[in-house]
C-alpha cells in the first residue's frame, strides 16, 4: 500500500518503504507507459498486478492517470491497498510538469504536501541493490535506437533502464544492463496488443526475469490480461 506522499525524489511512497525497497532480498516491479489517459486500463493493472509488486514504474505520457488515480485510491481503500508501496512515473512529451491532485487524507492539514504532483523527466531508484533508471525516451532518440540510453545507464551505473515513447515493446541485456520497453498499455504501434511488464530478480547480480502481459477488452467492458510471448 502506498503513502501517496510524494518525496523530494519525486518518489511517492513513505520514505522508510523506499529505503526499505533499496536492501530488499529480492523485488518484484511493474512497469508500464504511455497510458494517454486511460485511466480504466491503469486502474485494471494496479488492481490485477500491483498488491504483488513492490513498486511500480511509469515511463510517461498520461501522468495524468497516475495523478488520477492516486487521488481516487485517497478514497477508495481497495485501490490504495493495491499500490505498490513505490512509485516512479516520468514525464512523457506529453504531459505537463505537475498535477493538481485533491486527496481526501481526512485531515486537512496533511492534505496540502500532496496537493501537487512533480512529474520529472527522469528518475532514479534502487531496488534489490540494483539500479535503476527511468525517463519517456523522447530526449534519447529512442524512436531511432537505444544507444544514448545505454550511454546514460552506464554514466549512472544504472543496472536497469525503463523507457516509453515508441508505443513499441522492447527488451535487450546489453554488458549487464537490461533496456525495457514495456510498450504502450493504451495505444501500440505494432501488431500486438496494448501491453506492459513486470520485472523480478533476487539481489546480487543473478539475471532478470522479464514477463509481457497483453490487454484484451472484452465485449460488455471487461478487460482481460493475458501472458504475451515476445
Not at 144 to 156: D, I, Q, R
Request: aromatic content about 6%; proline content about 5%; overall charge negative.
Amino acid at each position: 500500500m502506498n503513502t501517496l506522499i510524494q518525496q523530494e525524489s519525486a518518489l511517492i511512497g513513505s520514505a522508510r518503504e523506499i529505503a526499505a525497497l533499496e536492501t530488499k532480498s529480492q523485488a518484484r516491479l511493474l512497469v508500464f507507459s504511455d497510458s494517454h489517459g486511460d485511466l480504466d486500463t491503469v486502474r485494471s493493472i494496479v488492481m490485477q498486478f500491483g498488491a504483488e509488486s513492490d513498486a511500480l514504474i511509469f515511463c510517461g505520457d498520461g501522468f495524468c492517470d497516475i495523478a488520477a488515480c492516486l487521488e481516487e485510491a485517497s478514497r477508495d481503500e481497495s485501490l490504495k491497498e493495491a499500490l505498490p508501496p513505490v512509485i516512479a512515473a516520468v514525464r512523457g512529451n506529453g504531459d505537463a510538469d505537475s498535477y493538481a491532485v485533491n486527496m481526501d487524507c481526512g485531515d486537512e492539514e496533511e492534505q496540502e504536501p500532496s496537493r501537487k504532483i512533480t512529474a520529472p523527466l527522469r528518475l532514479e531508484l534502487t531496488a534489490a541493490g540494483r539500479n535503476i533508471l527511468a525517463v519517456h525516451g523522447h530526449r534519447h532518440g529512442v524512436d531511432w535506437g537505444t544507444e544514448t540510453l545505454l550511454s546514460s545507464a552506464h554514466t549512472m551505473d544504472a543496472d536497469m533502464v525503463f523507457f516509453g515513447h515508441t508505443h513499441r515493446v522492447f527488451c535487450e541485456e546489453n554488458g549487464g544492463t537490461l533496456i525495457l520497453n514495456p510498450g504502450s498499455c493504451s495505444g501500440p504501434r505494432d501488431r500486438l496488443p496494448p501491453a506492459f511488464a513486470t520485472v523480478s530478480f533476487p539481489g546480487g547480480s543473478e539475471r532478470f526475469k522479464v514477463e509481457f502481459f497483453g490487454i484484451h477488452k472484452g465485449v460488455f467492458g471487461s478487460t482481460d490480461i493475458r501472458p504475451l510471448p515476445v
